[in-house]
């Protein structure tokens, strides 16, 4: 199992000669960071005094007896920053430095993932320009505001729809022609090979950490694990560690309205081939979610085979149900969960009503200090309707 999904991860689609140039040298140091132990151990350092890990693995004992099963939360909503994103974004910078670049440069949709490349590079001193769709740079005008708190440079992109799509394109152009001296440091686990590979690796410290602190507190492994997928980092992140354990099931939650897994078709995106959500003329199909994070219209190709294979379920979470999940994990736990974290505890929810009694691991990807502007504008139009 998952033979598919390491060939996917790793197939090249068409390139540019100087893109496979910056590709190729991307994956040298790569190889050379992660095989250097001074390197490991600054890494592993930065990851327990600036991120904060590890993580809780914390069990939710009372919405275990709303939804019926014994649950546990993967805590990546007390990483530095919010979310996951760190994990990522903090190892990409160690090793930009470590090839000697001192300019990086990151896209961005919501603004997460720029704030936490932002974090990492004044953490680690070194120079950034973020690319962010201009309708984005707009309505997630904090986290504008929070990148230029931490020095970073922001470029706002006005081609095409002005958000995230455009924003990926604008990064690559620009790193295609400045590759020698500029790190592009991606966001999920998409884009051209080695970055699917790259943000995997980084992000499997979630699955390690969580494998061994379920086999700690309950001495087996668990039944299935749920994530939130946008791009999918998160999901790999902890999927990763499980995935030769057939019989701990995978499920993947996806925004109703992006749901590349549950309804795409193979396509082209982005330097992968993956599925894609597609209009009936082969055009990429505009996406809907609630949460920005999971409004994106591929997935990585390592999940995409998986599901292939048949190792990952998916399901597909209206807006509602998020919301719903959100508000019963805050007032049985005390946890406000980002929305996109929300739509991973939302398919535990179905899954335990048709399974009482599992013991299934969640993860909880992110905060949701981000979304309470987009919550209450939820509830205000749901009460007029
Ligand atoms: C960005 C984000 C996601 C989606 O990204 P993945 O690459 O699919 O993990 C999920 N949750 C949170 C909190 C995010 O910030």
């Given at each position: 199992m998952g033979d598919l999904a390491l060939e996917m991860e790793k197939n090249i689609t068409y390139l540019t000669p100087l893109l496979d140039n910056a590709l190729k040298n991307l994956e040298k140091g790569f190889n050379q960071f992660i095989s250097d132990p001074t390197e490991v151990k600054k890494l592993s350092c930065l990851l327990k005094d600036f991120a904060g890990r590890e993580t809780a693995l914390h069990e939710a004992k009372n919405l275990g007896k709303l939804y019926k099963g014994k649950i546990f939360l993967k805590r990546e909503d007390l990483v530095h920053g919010g979310a996951h994103k760190l994990n990522n974004a903090i190892a990409q910078c160690s090793l930009a430095k470590f090839m000697g670049i001192k300019n990086?440069?990151?896209?961005?949709?919501?603004?997460?993932?720029?704030?936490?490349?932002?974090?990492?590079c004044a953490n680690l001193k070194l120079s950034l320009q973020v690319f962010q769709g201009e309708i984005d740079v707009q309505r997630q005008y904090l986290n504008a505001l929070r990148m230029k708190l931490f020095g970073a440079h922001l470029i706002?992109?006005?081609?095409?729809?002005?958000?995230?799509?455009?924003?990926v394109n604008a990064a690559m152009r620009f790193w295609v022609a400045n590759y020698q001296d500029h790190f592009y440091c991606l966001g999920s686990i998409v884009g051209p090979h080695p970055y699917p590979s790259i943000v995997r690796h980084f992000q499997k410290v979630i699955g390690n950490e969580s494998r061994k602190q379920i086999l700690e507190k309950t001495s087996f492994l668990p039944s299935a694990i749920f994530a939130c997928i946008g791009g999918g980092s998160n999901a790999a992140g902890i999927f990763s560690a499980f995935?030769?354990?057939?019989?701990?099931?995978?499920v993947g939650c996806e925004a109703a309205g992006a749901a590349s897994l549950s309804h795409g078709a193979m396509g082209v995106l982005h330097g992968m081939e993956t599925f894609i959500l597609q209009t009936s003329n082969r055009q990429i199909a505009e996406t809907h979610s609630i949460s920005a994070g999971l409004d994106y219209p591929?997935?990585?190709?390592?999940?995409?085979?998986?599901?292939?294979?048949?190792?990952?379920?998916?399901?597909?979470?209206?807006?509602?149900?998020?919301?719903?999940?959100?508000?019963?994990l805050a007032t049985?736990?005390?946890?406000?969960?980002?929305?996109?974290?929300a739509h991973a505890v939302a398919g535990a929810k179905k899954y335990l009503a048709?399974?009482?009694?599992?013991?299934?691991?969640?993860?909880?990807?992110?905060?949701?200090?981000k979304d309470l502007d987009t919550i209450s504008n939820f509830k205000n139009k749901s009460e007029l309707k």
């Open positions: 990086v440069i990151a896209e961005t949709g919501a603004g997460q993932h720029g704030v936490a490349t932002a974090m990492a706002p992109v006005t081609d095409g729809s002005k958000k995230l799509k455009e924003a995935v030769s354990d057939e019989s701990v099931k995978l591929a997935v990585g190709p390592w999940l995409a085979g998986l599901k292939q294979e048949n190792r990952l379920q998916t399901q597909a979470i209206l807006d509602e149900e998020c919301i719903q999940s959100l508000n019963e049985e736990e005390g946890i406000l969960c980002a929305l996109e974290s048709n399974n009482p009694g599992e013991t299934i691991i969640i993860c909880l990807s992110g905060r949701g200090d």
